[in-house]
Nanobody
Framework: QVQLVESGGDLVQAGESLTLSCAAS????????MGWYRQAPGKERELVAATTSGGRTTYADSVKGRFTISRDNAKNTVYLQMNSLKPEDTAVYYCNCNVRTRMTSMATYTYWGQGTQVTVSS
């Protein structure tokens, strides 16, 4: 089993910055993609940013140039640096990881964190 623990959510004012962290622990052989999603009230969950094990990144158009995703493979941790926050960034942010749990199997599994609230006031 794999657990994802997120931290860093907070209430901030527009224009300020926050950094979210997500640490994976448990039965992990390797982690492929790691990403952040968000869900605002009444809206669908959407991809914010993702990164592959090789370091390729992808971003939602709405956060390009403001958010940066990074990962520390030694710590099984993914970060989301969020700058110039806007009220429309308010949402619950979820960490997502695709994990290979065993050296003897190529099977991978997707896990979700419990979510961390980010609120941006105008």
């Amino acid at each position: 089993q794999v657990q994802l623990v997120e931290s860093g959510g907070d209430l901030v004012q527009a224009g300020e910055s926050l950094t979210l962290s997500c640490a994976a622990s448990g039965t992990i052989f390797s982690i492929n993609a790691m990403g952040w999603y968000r869900q605002a009230p009444g809206k669908e969950r959407e991809l914010v940013a993702a990164t592959t094990s090789g370091g390729r990144t992808t971003y939602a158009d709405s956060v390009k140039g403001r958010f940066t995703i990074s990962r520390d493979n030694a710590k099984n941790t993914v970060y989301l640096q969020m700058n110039s926050l806007k009220p429309e960034d308010t949402a619950v942010y979820y960490c997502n990881c695709n994990v290979r749990t065993r050296m003897t199997s190529m099977a991978t599994y997707t896990y979700w964190g419990q979510g961390t609230q980010v609120t941006v006031s105008s």
